[in-house]
C-alpha cells in the first residue's frame, strides 16, 4: 500500500476535466454486501487500483424502487462507503440499476405498474433470469418514484453515473398494451392500438399500425431515458456516465424486445453491448467474425454520436477472456472485464500504455451504412430479411482488411462526403426517408460511388412499401417482381467473380444507359440482370439484384458443435467487387496477412499518429464440419510474411508495441508505407506510427 500512495504522489492524476474519463475505460462489475464498511471499501478499491480498474460497476444494488426502506438505506451507506474509497485512488463508480425487472411481490402491490400483454390485458411475465415480472416505462407513477428514488441515490452515494438496465420490453412484442401506453402511442401517432387476440394487427408488417407499435415501444425507451437525464441527471450539477444495455444491435431480438442503440443514444453517452453468450452461445475465437461486425455498429453508433464504445464479453477462460480483450481493443472498443482482472492481469499491459486506446478515430474510404429503419420495420424480424445481409458485408470486408466504418441513417441524412467516403455501401437499405433519399442523390452526383442491393429503396422510412425503387436512378432499373433460388452468375463486374448465387433476386428492368455487368442465369436458362452500374452526375451507383451478404454470411460457430459450411466464394466476391470500386481513390490500404490476421488502422489526431491494430486469427478458420474444441482456448498459429499498410498520410517513425513481449520492434517506415513482419505477432500487437517526413 505504501508503494501506491508513493506511486500516486508521483503521478498526481490531472484534475478530471468533464467526462474525458470515460475514453479510457477499463470496468468490472464489483459486488459489495450492504453491510460494507469503511475499512472493506477501503480494501476492495486498493484492489481494484492495483488491477488496472478505473471504472467499477456496482453489483447486488440493482433494485431501486422493490427494496425494503431498511435495506435501501443500507444499500445507500455501503454504496457512499464504496464511491468514497474509490474515489482516493480515481476510480470511478457507476451504478448498475435495473428499470423494469421487479418482484412478484412489488408487483402485487403496484398492479397498475405493469407491463400487459397488448391483446389480452394480462400482466407480463418473463420466464428467463430465474423469472422476473415488469414494470411499463410509460407509467406516469413508476416513473415519478424511480426518478426521484435514483436522485436521491445518486445525491447520497456520489456516484459517478448510472448503467439503467432492462429498459425493454417483455416477453414479446405485444407489450405494453396498458392504458398509459395506449394513450401515449395514440397522441403521438393519431393511431387507435386494438384490442383482442383475433385483431389482424398483431406481428402483421405490412399493417401500419402494428409498424408503428414497435416503433413506439423503442421510442418509449429512448424517451425514458431522455426524461430520467433531464430529471435526474442533469440535477446533480456535476457530470455523469451514463449508459443502458444492448445485448445485439445487428439481430432482430433488439427490436423484438423493443430496444434500439440509436433511440438509447439520444441521451447516453457510452454505447455498450453485452456480447452475450448465452443467447447467441458463438466461440469468440472461432466466431469473430460475428462480433466483428457486430461491434463495428456500435463503432459507429459512436462515431455518430461522438461518444466510447464498451464492450462486455463473458469468457469462460483467462486465456478467451485475454482474446476477447484483444478482438475488444482491435475494433476500437474498450472492455469490461467479466473475470477477475486482478487474477487474470487482464488490463495490466493496457494501465501502462492507455493512451494508444484513447479516442481512436476509424480510417476508412468506405462507409457501410447500417439502416436501423430496415431492420425494425422492413417484412418481419427474420434475421434473413435484413440483419444477416449487413453482416456478411461486414464480415466479408473485416476478413479481407478492407478498413471501413459503419455509418447510421441519420449520417446519411445528414449528407455523407464523397472526399471523406468515396464509397458508401448501403447492403438492403430498404426503409429510407425522403431526407435521405435526397442525400444519397446528391451523395452520387457530388462523386460518390454507391453500392446497393435487393430491396434497396422500395420501402418508406416506417416499411411500407413502394411499388418502384424510390432511388430507381441510382439503382439504374425498375422493379418488376422477386424470384427465389440458384441462379448461374454470367460475368464478373470489375473483375470481381461468383460462380453461383443462391438466395432471392430482384427481378429489375434496366434503365436507357444502365450497363447490366453481370447476369444471373436460372436451371432452365432464363437470364435475370443481376449486377447493374449507372453513372449520374459525377458519381456511379452498382446495385447487385441479390443478397450477397446473406449467402456469405458466418452465423458462427458454436463451442462443441460442427464448424458450419461457409460460402467462401461469395464473401470474397463482396471484398473484390468493394475493393476494385474503390480503387484509385482509397487513402488506406492493407496488404499481406490476409485471412490470418485482422488488421483495424486508427487514427490519434491529437496525437498526430497513426495506430493499426493486428488480432492473429490465422487459427480460426476449421473445416466444415470440423468439431468447435469446446474449452475455450484461442490458439496462436506462427506467423510469417508482412502486412503493408498504406496511410492516409507520410510517416516518420513506426514501432511495433505489444502484451505479448516486452520493449518495441522498430518497423520500416517508407512515405505512407509501414511494413509489419508477422513473426512478430502472437496475439495482438499494434503499429504506432508517427505523422511526419
Ligand atoms: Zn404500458
Redesign the pocket.
Same mark, same amino acid.
Given at each position: 500500500e505504501k508503494a501506491v500512495k508513493a506511486k500516486m504522489a508521483e503521478s498526481e492524476p490531472p484534475p478530471p476535466k468533464g467526462l474525458n474519463w470515460i475514453w479510457r475505460i477499463r470496468a468490472w462489475w464489483v459486488r459489495y454486501p450492504r453491510g460494507l464498511t469503511k475499512e472493506e471499501a477501503h480494501k476492495l478499491a486498493l484492489r481494484l487500483y492495483l488491477s488496472g480498474v478505473n471504472f467499477a460497476l456496482t453489483e447486488g444494488h440493482r433494485q431501486m424502487l422493490a427494496i425494503s426502506p431498511e435495506d435501501y438505506e443500507a444499500s445507500v451507506e455501503a454504496t457512499r462507503n464504496f464511491v468514497e474509497a474509490c474515489h482516493k485512488f480515481g476510480i470511478k463508480v457507476v451504478h448498475h440499476a435495473t428499470a423494469c425487472f421487479t418482484t412478484e411481490e412489488f408487483i402485487k402491490a403496484h398492479p397498475d405498474w405493469?407491463?400487459?400483454d397488448a391483446r389480452t390485458g394480462e400482466i407480463c411475465f418473463f420466464p428467463h433470469y430465474g423469472g422476473v415480472w415488469l414494470i411499463?416505462?410509460?407509467?406516469p407513477d413508476f416513473r415519478r418514484a424511480y426518478f426521484e428514488r435514483m436522485l436521491d441515490f445518486l445525491k447520497r452515494t456520489g456516484c459517478d453515473g448510472i448503467m439503467v438496465d432492462e429498459v425493454e420490453w417483455l416477453p414479446d412484442w405485444f407489450? /405494453?398494451?396498458? +392504458?398509459? /401506453?395506449?394513450e +401515449?402511442f395514440k397522441r403521438e401517432t393519431g393511431l387507435e392500438l386494438p384490442t383482442g387476440e383475433d385483431s389482424p394487427v398483431w406481428g402483421n408488417f405490412k399493417d401500419p399500425v402494428w409498424r408503428q407499435f414497435l416503433l413506439f415501444r423503442m421510442r418509449s425507451g429512448g424517451d425514458f431515458y431522455a426524461d430520467l437525464k433531464r430529471q435526474v441527471l442533469d440535477k446533480l450539477g456535476r457530470p455523469m456516465a451514463y449508459l443502458g444495455c444492448l445485448a445485439g444491435a445487428t439481430g432482430t431480438w433488439g427490436p423484438r424486445w423493443g430496444m434500439s442503440e440509436e433511440q438509447f443514444l439520444r441521451s447516453h453517452n457510452i454505447a455498450f453491448y453485452e456480447a452475450e453468450a448465452s443467447g447467441r452461445p458463438f466461440s469468440y475465437f472461432y466466431a469473430w467474425q460475428r462480433h466483428f461486425a457486430e461491434i463495428k455498429y456500435y463503432r459507429g453508433a459512436g462515431r455518430s454520436f461522438g461518444v466510447p464504445v464498451l464492450v462486455l464479453f463473458y469468457p469462460l477462460t483467462f486465456d478467451e477472456a485475454r482474446f476477447c480483450w484483444a478482438l475488444g481493443v482491435t475494433c476500437g472498443a474498450h472492455i469490461w472485464a467479466y473475470r477477475d482482472p486482478a487474477e487474470s492481469g487482464l488490463f495490466d499491459w493496457e494501465m501502462e500504455h492507455e493512451d494508444l486506446f484513447v479516442k481512436p478515430e476509424e480510417v476508412a474510404d468506405v462507409a457501410l451504412l447500417f439502416s436501423a429503419r430496415t431492420r425494425d420495420t422492413y417484412r418481419g424480424y427474420n434475421d434473413e430479411f435484413y440483419v444477416l445481409e449487413w453482416v456478411g458485408w461486414a464480415e466479408a470486408l473485416g476478413e479481407a482488411n478492407v478498413q471501413f466504418s459503419a455509418v447510421l441513417d441519420r449520417d446519411v441524412e445528414r449528407g455523407l462526403d464523397p472526399r471523406e467516403f468515396p464509397l458508401l455501401i448501403a447492403p438492403n437499405a430498404a426503409c429510407l426517408s425522403e431526407a435521405e433519399i435526397a442525400a444519397l442523390r446528391r451523395y452520387v452526383e457530388g462523386g460518390g460511388t454507391f453500392l446497393s442491393t435487393f430491396d434497396f429503396s422500395r420501402y418508406d422510412e416506417t416499411g411500407g412499401e413502394r411499388e418502384d425503387f424510390a432511388l430507381a436512378d441510382l439503382v439504374g432499373a425498375r422493379y418488376g417482381g422477386e424470384v427465389s433460388g440458384e441462379f448461374a452468375v454470367e460475368g464478373s463486374p470489375l473483375g470481381a467473380r461468383l460462380d453461383t448465387y443462391r438466395g432471392p433476386l430482384c427481378i429489375v428492368r434496366p434503365l436507357d444507359g444502365a450497363e447490366v455487368l453481370s447476369w444471373a442465369v436460372d436451371k432452365r436458362g432464363k437470364r435475370f440482370p443481376f449486377v447493374v452500374r449507372h453513372r449520374l452526375g459525377r458519381g456511379a451507383s452498382v446495385y447487385i439484384a441479390g443478397k450477397v451478404g446473406l449467402q456469405g454470411c458466418f452465423r458462427g460457430a458454436q463451442r462443441g458443435r460442427p464448424y458450419p459450411r461457409r460460402d467462401h466464394a461469395a464473401a470474397k466476391f463482396l471484398a473484390d467487387l468493394t475493393k476494385a470500386l474503390v480503387k484509385g481513390r482509397e487513402t488506406v490500404k492493407v496488404e499481406g496477412g490476409e485471412g490470418e490476421v485482422l488488421v483495424v488502422v486508427y487514427k490519434q489526431p491529437e496525437r498526430g499518429r497513426y495506430v493499426v491494430h493486428l488480432l492473429n486469427v490465422a487459427a480460426s478458420r476449421l473445416e466444415p464440419g470440423e468439431r468447435v474444441p469446446e474449452e475455450s482456448r484461442p490458439v496462436y498459429k506462427r506467423l510469417s510474411g508482412r502486412a503493408v499498410v498504406t496511410l492516409p498520410e507520410p510517416v516518420s517513425h513506426a514501432r511495433l508495441v505489444s502484451c505479448d513481449f516486452e520493449g518495441e520492434v522498430p518497423l520500416r517506415a517508407e512515405g505512407r508505407r509501414v511494413e509489419i513482419p508477422l513473426e512478430s505477432l502472437r496475439m495482438w500487437a499494434a503499429a504506432i506510427a508517427d505523422v511526419g517526413r
Open positions: 405493469t407491463q400487459r411499463c416505462l410509460n407509467n407489450s /405494453c398494451g396498458c +392504458k398509459f /401506453c395506449r +401515449k
